[in-house]
């Protein structure tokens, strides 16, 4: 089966610009996950969705980060206005498949915020 | 969900055995316990799963003592491309949905098989 598509795959912005990832998960996954990795450190949880609805968006840090499951297909995560701290690798995961409970990680994106 | 400890790094030669241990002294009755690597520059992978029993797949063996507060993952025979950080991740089994379905991760070990 076709893995967890994520894009862009490196993305360089200047603090204060906007920038925005694109999660396109395995087909028929029912849960999507963003996790922010900062380098050296394991993967943070940022939100989880059920189809289209939020799960829990705990760890988001609401004033400047948004994610968005359309049609609870594809998902959106959003970072305005972004920071230096936000220098991550971003990583999109769906599970929920024939091989639950397996998660299914994309490559990620690397994002420098200069 | 119940914290790990694994330690930071280890070194194992080509061919060998790579023996990654775990603790999980807190574990609850219904977790269980994943183990996932992530190779650099990749997103994590899955590798294995187990409650109580000793499980085998082709990529690893796991270990887990009788009383369920360790563990360890076996890779019988390390490659080079076996060479990532391996993530030990307790969670309630297979579910429905929630948020008990989340992977937490820590900071792993970092395994790095020499040639």
């Known amino acids: 089966e076709a893995g967890v598509a994520q894009s862009p795959r490196y993305k360089i912005i200047e603090k204060r610009q906007s920038v925005a990832f694109w999660c396109n998960p395995i087909?028929?996954?029912?849960?999507l996950y963003w996790y922010q990795q900062i380098l050296g450190q394991g993967p943070k949880l940022l939100i989880q969705?059920?189809?289209?609805?939020?799960?829990?968006d705990s760890q988001l840090p609401k004033d400047r980060f948004s994610a968005e499951r359309l049609k609870g297909v594809d998902s959106t995560l959003k970072i305005q206005p972004a920071k230096l701290e936000d220098s991550a690798v971003y990583l999109c995961?769906?599970?929920?498949?024939?091989?639950?409970?397996?998660?299914?990680f994309g490559q990620g994106t690397r994002l420098t915020v200069v | 969900d119940a914290k790990t400890t694994q330690p930071t790094s280890m070194d194992c030669a080509e061919g060998r055995a790579a023996n990654l241990p775990c603790n999980h002294s807190?574990?609850?009755?219904?977790?269980?316990v994943y183990w996932y690597r992530q190779i650099h520059s990749q997103g994590p992978q899955y590798i294995i799963h187990?409650?109580?029993n000793n499980e085998t797949n082709e990529m690893a063996s796991l270990i887990i003592t009788e009383d369920r507060k360790s563990s360890t993952l076996i890779l019988p025979h390390a490659t080079l491309r076996d060479t990532a950080v391996y993530y030990c991740?307790?969670?309630?089994?297979?579910?429905?949905?929630?948020?008990?379905?989340?992977?937490?991760f820590g900071s792993g070990t970092q395994l790095t098989v020499l040639p």
């Open positions: 187990g409650l109580k």
């Open positions: 991740i307790v969670r309630v089994g297979r579910i429905s949905s929630g948020s008990a379905r989340q992977l937490t």
């Open positions: 969705f059920q189809n289209n609805g939020v799960v829990d």
């Open positions: 807190t574990i609850s009755g219904n977790e269980y």
């Open positions: 995961a769906s599970s929920g498949g024939q091989l639950d409970p397996e998660a299914f």
């Open positions: 087909s028929g996954h029912a849960t």
